[in-house]
């Protein structure tokens, strides 16, 4: 079973920062979009931010302008620095990649929690 390798987040005070990093194995990447969804508790898995392999990155509204996805295709790799976090933002975040091309797949990562929190 395919694994994506999530690490980073954890609990930081309202204003603060905090990084997160998935990486995806094989060629997962290529052709593909890698990027992060988020749910908070009794709500829906909402986007956070995604990243095409050529480099085209999309934001939910709620983000944009405070988080920032990057990718680094020879590491097979995302990253999203997220930045002046908000209370709101407290979440389990998961990693996904996609890919709607033959080969079609859609996967996900365990998540990992971020805590916004004084």
């Known amino acids: 079973q395919v694994q994506l390798m999530e690490s980073g987040g954890g609990l930081v005070q309202p204003g603060g920062s905090l990084s997160l990093t998935c990486t995806a194995p094989?060629?997962?990447?290529?052709?593909?979009?890698m990027g992060w969804y988020r749910q908070a508790p009794g709500g829906q898995r909402e986007l956070v931010a995604t990243?095409?392999?050529?480099?085209?990155?999309d934001y939910g509204r709620s983000v944009e302008g405070r988080f920032t996805i990057s990718a680094n295709n020879a590491k097979k790799t995302a990253y999203l620095e997220m930045n002046d976090l908000k209370p709101e933002d407290t979440a389990v975040y998961y990693c996904?990649?996609?890919?709607?091309?033959?080969?079609?797949?859609?996967?996900w990562g365990q998540g990992t929690q971020v805590t916004v929190s004084s």
């Open positions: 996904n990649v996609r890919r709607r091309m033959t080969p079609v797949y859609n996967i």
């Open positions: 094989g060629n997962l990447f290529s052709g593909a979009v």
């Open positions: 990243i095409t392999s050529g480099g085209t990155s």
